[in-house]
């Protein structure tokens, strides 16, 4: 099984920034390795669905950002310590959600995430 972390949320006042955590451990049923993996943030604001942030593929360079947050946010990961990272600038009373860390074994893209954290609270003050 695998299990997905998040760490990092917090409050911030409008125009500062965070860097989120998510430490990957376990494996699948599958037995495929995370370097096979694609990696994502999503984020939820209260009262909203739930939406995409941005990808990664694991084992390459492959990006992908939400409108609303390219330019600002930056996702990133540590291949040795299965760890993927969001950093957040410019942050905006916007942002505000529990963001949550995903995970699919196979394909890359906006949905289709087989794994999910338990998700990390940013807050976002004006």
């Known amino acids: 099984q695998v299990q997905l972390v998040e760490s990092g949320g917090g409050l911030v006042q409008a125009g500062g920034s965070l860097r989120l955590s998510c430490a990957a451990s376990?494996?699948?049923?599958?037995?495929?390795?995370?370097?096979?993996?694609?990696m994502a943030w999503f984020r939820q604001a209260p009262g909203k669905e739930r939406e995409f942030v941005a990808s990664?593929?694991?084992?390459?360079?492959?990006?992908n950002y939400a409108d609303s947050v390219k330019g600002r946010f930056t996702i990133s990961r540590d291949g040795a310590k299965n760890t993927v990272y969001l950093q957040m600038n410019n942050l905006q009373p916007e942002d505000t959600a529990v963001y949550y860390c995903?995970?699919?074994?196979?394909?890359?893209?906006?949905?289709?995430?087989?794994?999910w954290g338990q998700g990390t609270q940013v807050t976002v003050s004006s």
């Open positions: 990664v593929r694991w084992a390459g360079s492959d990006k």
């Open positions: 995903a995970a699919r074994e196979a394909g890359w893209g906006r949905n289709g995430y087989d794994y």
């Open positions: 376990g494996r699948a049923a599958s037995g495929r390795p995370f370097n096979n993996y694609a």
